[in-house]
């Protein structure tokens, strides 16, 4: 596998049915409108981003989908408090493809543990490293150790790792 592939990657987070999951930086939807799925009949995501035509791309997916449970959220996942909703909210965080952009990756970091209740999970997957002009540039790239690293300075203890495609990683954190 090439790139990362959310429904294989999502076995890892354990989304059940009646959960309430937040995807901070959501892009298009590539994890939401899986999540979503795996979340019916009664659970929630919220879809989280700070580009407003991305969240549009997510509400026409959702709607022809027929996945009345994504809420769309604009906000600045890199500030505490960015994201407008209530600590302790979330049963799961999600950060898919968003550390090698992050000005802070701990900012980041607290603002998912921020948002996660007691004994939730945070996954992160994001690039190993830069290929064929694919991806961040080599500069950019997050890598596993230092995101461990900056995860467990924000109060969060890793729990697993795995391959999250050919060029990318996962891990889950536990609050």
Do not use: C
Not at 74 to 90: R, Y
Request: no cysteine; charged share 25%.
């Amino acid at each position: 596998m090439a790139f990362a592939n959310p429904q294989e990657n999502l076995r890892y987070l354990e989304i059940e049915s009646g959960m309430t999951v937040v995807d901070l930086g959501a892009g298009v939807g590539a994890y939401t409108l899986p999540i979503a799925e795996k979340l019916m009949p009664n659970g929630k995501v919220y879809a989280v981003e700070i580009q407003k035509d991305f969240l549009e791309t997510i509400t026409r997916e959702a709607k022809q989908k027929g996945l009345d449970n994504v809420e769309i959220i604009w906000g600045d996942i890199e500030q505490n408090n960015g994201v407008s909703l209530a600590d302790g909210l979330a049963d799961r965080v999600l950060i898919a493809n968003v550390l090698f952009q992050a000005k802070s990756a701990y900012v980041l970091a607290t603002e998912a543990k921020r948002l996660l209740k007691s004994g939730g999970k945070i996954m992160v997957i994001d690039w190993l490293d830069s290929f064929g002009g694919l991806g961040p540039k080599e500069q950019d790239v997050a890598k596993p150790e230092e995101i461990k690293n900056i995860f467990g300075s924000a109060g969060l203890i890793l729990e697993k790792e795995f391959s999250a495609g050919e060029h990318h990683y996962g891990l889950i954190f536990g609050k």
